[in-house]
């Protein structure tokens, strides 16, 4: 939930993707893809660069999880 609404957000954390043809419903026709290394979406973060306030939390808990299966 964000903060000043009630809707469910749910989040998922995708790894090891491969690049290929974007496969998109006409309601995500206009969706635009962006890729972004663990650094550069963490940077984002903290310059405020993301429309869902939900992104930010997702970004900082999978970089936690990172560091702590990393041992980092």
Not at 3 to 20: D, K
Not at 51 to 63: N, R, V, Y
């Amino acid at each position: 939930m964000t903060l000043g609404s009630t809707a469910r957000v749910h989040l998922f954390e995708a790894r090891r993707l491969t690049v290929g043809p974007q496969e998109l419903t006409p309601a995500e026709r206009d969706f635009k893809l962006s890729w972004w290394s663990m650094g550069d979406a963490i940077d984002a973060v903290a310059q405020g660069r993301f429309l869902l306030p939900a992104g930010p939390l997702a970004l900082l808990l999978a970089e936690r999880e990172a560091r702590d299966v990393n041992g980092s």
